[in-house]
């Protein structure tokens, strides 16, 4: 009986000690810069005319998509049960080949699309009294592409992990899915019009409260 008491009163002691700990060390913001990239893939271009031939559309192949992710943020913001974060991201896409409809035999093709992203983003803990804290969020933004007369409204669902090795600073592993809106690109001198898709990613980073 008296084990069992003992038990039952340092498990509460830890619980509340926890428990104000969290509280203690709970800041307003938060700061993460993450790294990551997307597979490769490929992109078609919307129908064009081109070479006396009409309905042609290009195919073209990309390596993996490096990019780096800022973020700005503040939690529970304005009393709600979710974070709110802004987000500046930098991919880099490098055009690998291209094939045309009547010409299936890839071209080479060296070039390197960027894409920068600035999003309004929601968070939501699914799990927030651990060091292992699980996360589900969306954003909307704005993405624009340099050297490109292209932009457009951008997308995106998350999900993820926070690990906090310390009370206010902690290791971020994301997976992402972020629309890519119609973006343009000159081959040969011609000029195509890339239809929009979706371009998962994986990120890993690290963030800080403060």
Same mark, same amino acid.
Do not use: C
């Given at each position: 009986m008296i084990l069992r008491l003992a038990i039952i009163t340092i498990t509460i002691v830890f619980f509340v000690r926890a428990e104000a700990e969290t509280k203690r060390v709970e800041n307003p913001f938060f700061f993460m810069v993450s790294y990551g990239g997307s597979p490769s893939g490929k992109l078609n271009s919307e129908p064009f005319s081109a070479y006396g031939m009409s309905n042609m559309t290009a195919t073209i192949r990309y390596s993996p998509t490096p990019q780096i992710e800022f973020e700005y943020g503040a939690r529970k913001a304005w009393g709600l049960p979710v974070d709110?974060?802004?987000?500046?991201?930098?991919?880099?896409?490098?055009?690998?080949?291209?094939?045309?409809?009547?010409?299936?035999?890839p071209q080479g093709l060296h070039q390197t699309g960027i894409m920068n992203v600035y999003a309004l983003n929601v968070y939501y803990d699914m799990m927030s009294r651990s060091d292992?804290?699980?996360?589900?969020?969306?954003?909307l933004g704005w993405a624009n592409f340099v050297g490109a007369d292209a932009s457009g409204v951008s997308a995106s669902l998350f999900t993820g992990v926070r690990y906090h090795?310390?009370? &206010?600073?902690?290791?971020?592993?994301?997976?992402? /899915?972020?629309? =890519?809106?119609? +973006?343009?690109? &000159?081959?040969?001198?011609?000029?195509?019009?890339? /239809?929009?898709? =979706?371009?998962? +990613?994986?990120n890993l980073g690290i963030g800080f409260d403060f």
């Amino acid at each position: 009986m008296i084990l069992r008491l003992a038990i039952i009163t340092i498990t509460i002691v830890f619980f509340v000690r926890a428990e104000a700990e969290t509280k203690r060390v709970e800041n307003p913001f938060f700061f993460m810069v993450s790294y990551g990239g997307s597979p490769s893939g490929k992109l078609n271009s919307e129908p064009f005319s081109a070479y006396g031939m009409s309905n042609m559309t290009a195919t073209i192949r990309y390596s993996p998509t490096p990019q780096i992710e800022f973020e700005y943020g503040a939690r529970k913001a304005w009393g709600l049960p979710v974070d709110v974060s802004v987000t500046a991201t930098q991919m880099k896409t490098p055009l690998r080949d291209y094939t045309l409809t009547f010409s299936p035999t890839p071209q080479g093709l060296h070039q390197t699309g960027i894409m920068n992203v600035y999003a309004l983003n929601v968070y939501y803990d699914m799990m927030s009294r651990s060091d292992w804290r699980i996360f589900l969020g969306g954003g909307l933004g704005w993405a624009n592409f340099v050297g490109a007369d292209a932009s457009g409204v951008s997308a995106s669902l998350f999900t993820g992990v926070r690990y906090h090795f310390q009370p &206010s600073s902690y290791a971020v592993f994301k997976l992402k /899915a972020m629309t =890519v809106p119609n +973006s343009k690109v &000159s081959i040969q001198g011609q000029q195509f019009t890339l /239809a929009s898709q =979706v371009m998962p +990613s994986v990120n890993l980073g690290i963030g800080f409260d403060f």
